[in-house]
């Protein structure tokens, strides 16, 4: 048995977060992703995943997995600088540039591999990073990662950031990171004043779009197309499939000298066994969808505000979300434990989010809406929520 030497030390700690609370564990998924779940045995209605499109089981995209495994086995067996690039990969990498508006993309295995990646592998000694306080832990710890000088500003304040490139005038290369939708909180960054600010102050920006790509945008571009940017004032996007693509892996899209930079120098990125082939095959087969089945965005934006306006009229304490992330601030731990078991008894499942994902006192109810969720589903859901709060 491995043990280190200062294991009490740890055994006391776990012990004072289950206390407080905040101990994590995992449950046991038994068959597909999807609105209706199984987790270690028992039936949920799910409010908890990031499926937003309700692709996660498409026939098309289990079809382009299966016939790829068929021609090109499981493992990809090596990273991609060596034999583990596929055709698959070569195809949606191209198709990524085409749909984002970009020269070139990138695949990484992960999203939090990608953040690594395009921040590390960019930014040297004497440059700067500038990221909203509220961005995922992976922007931030490719921030802790790069030798670079890290500063943060007021979440979504313009004027905070632009303090911040005023600040750093005198340093030549400076990089503005961002998460697009903002995950805990389902806001979205405004990402036209941030390119504004990066002219100004010829600063580069990185955009996480993990949460908007598929999801915003007429055609599913994600923030780019929700902000009408030009093809000339794009930010470098990373973007992530695990979420509304219904598949797994993530990519980088910029111009050609970005993407060959971080062929040379993210270290994520070429020390890594590069994703099954077919998972890039299942993805392309999820980029036609997203592009052309738009009724899917349409479903979820109507269920996003019939969520909305059932929960203010409960007089929940929302967040300003208008995206497929829609927290419900309880603010105590406990108090947000208890809900979410008591939903869980009513066979609903959501995402308990305490301290130290989200700040101290706003721990929250974490619902997210999927495109295969009904009316029905909604309603039982604040029905459940009335309930609950009622006692």
Known sequence: MATLPWSEQLANALSERKTRGRYRQQRVRSGQQGVDITLDGQRFLSFCSNDYLGLANHPALKKAFIDSVERDGVGSGAAHLLTGHSCYHDQLEQALADFTGHQRALLF???YQANLGVIDGLMARDDVII??????????????????????????????LARRLTSTQSVERKLIVSDAVFSMDGDIAPLADIMDLANTYQAGVVIDDAHGFGVLGQTGRGSIEHWQLSADNLPIVVGTFGKAFGTAGAFVAADNDVIETLIQQARSYVYTTAQPAAVAAATLASLKLVQTETWRRDTLQALIAQFRQGAEQLGLELMQSFTAIQPVVIGDDQKAIQIGKALEQKGLLVGVIRPPTVPEGSARLRITLSANHTQQHVVQLLDALEQILAH
Do not use: E, I, V
């Open 131 to 160: 990221q909203d306080k509220l961005n995922h832990a992976s922007l931030l710890d490719g921030g802790r990662l790069s030798p670079a000088k890290q500063l943060r500003y007021q979440h979504n304040d313009m004027t905070a």
């Open 109 to 111: 295995s992960s999203g």
